[in-house]
């Protein structure tokens, strides 16, 4: 009798160890799955740029879109060692290491935001600052990006008649700064900033994100109106058109190449029975031509990417809004809603259209 109770208690334990051991490898292949969907959704990357002083190139990253973290540190100096009161000796650089993900911005676009901020011109100094300190780098960690700041400096180099003296090295090391320093214009929202921080306010809408389909892809894409307004210059009827009534908050694209065009926010009822707007999303995104079709002298707006037809532009618009009216065919324009923008990759741009 002993001898089966025996048996019957070793069952028992190895049915529990299987089960146990079942469970666990259940529980690490859920851990797994979900570290790999994070990774799917988030294309983590880093970036390290020096600008001057380090408080001020902090805060402003911090306010781009598709950055997830800012440190502020020393970097590519003499020594693998220092610290804040002897960098002018080991000749460290005040640099931010910037985490972001690559799939809600570019290494591209984040440099045109660094350039925006910087004098790529100057040597060992940034607004009032001076020193080997407050010199301009980017230091990188792999060839690839390596290639794409090459080919952005060439881009930026052709905007200035002095030569640009941004110090490209791979990185050699990256010394974290003294807590003191980090996020130091959070702590001290009065503090000294060479920067104009709302300028992380103005969104870049870069056109090689959306490019010219081939005609033949533009055929196969597009209805046979929108053809015909976009690349035939014709206008569809007025009233009733798909967005001339339209009054839900969100962002309307080219529907040529997606690149976006105007915000539901300067959208108004004008009584011309198409989409009516006081402006464009950003100046930049549109093109004026003159039209002097029907015996009518007219101005023609073109999308900047795509170069498609839109409608025309008139000075009766409302008079508080700078007097223009944007008068477009909505079959040359998308609308993305509100809350499907994130979705569809156009996350940067929802603060400019909740007005923030």
Known sequence: MNYYKKTLFTFIIALISNNSLAINNISTQEIETKKMTQIQSENIRDIYLAGGCFWGIEAYM???YGVKNVTSGYANGKTDKTHYQIINKTDHAETVHITYDANKISLEKLLKYYFQVIDPTSINKQGNDRGRQYRTGIYYQNEQD????????????????????????PLKHYILAE??????????????????????EHVIIDPNDYPKPSDTELKAKL????YSVTQKKNTEHSFSNEYWDNKETGLYVDITTGEPLFSSRDKYDSGCG?????????????????????NMVRTEVLSRSGKA??????????????????????????????EKMEKENYGYLINLIKGK
């Open 309 to 338: 037809h839109l409608g025309h532009v008139f000075d009766d618009g409302p008079k508080d809004k700078g007097g223009l009216r944007y008068c477009i065919n909505s079959a040359a324009i998308k609308f993305i809603p509100l």
């Open 179 to 200: 807590e003191y320093h980090q996020d130091y214009l959070k702590k001290n929202p009065n503090g000294y900033c060479h920067l104009d921080l709302n300028q992380a």
């Open 62 to 64: 911090e306010r781009i």
């Open 223 to 226: 209805t046979p109106l929108q």
């Open 274 to 294: 198409w989409p009516s707007f006081t402006k464009p999303i950003d100046p930049n995104v549109v093109t004026y031509q003159k039209d002097t079709s029907f």
């Open 146 to 169: 390596k290639a794409i700041i090459l080919k952005e400096l060439e881009i930026q180099q052709k905007k200035y008649k002095d030569k640009i003296q941004i110090e490209v090295e």
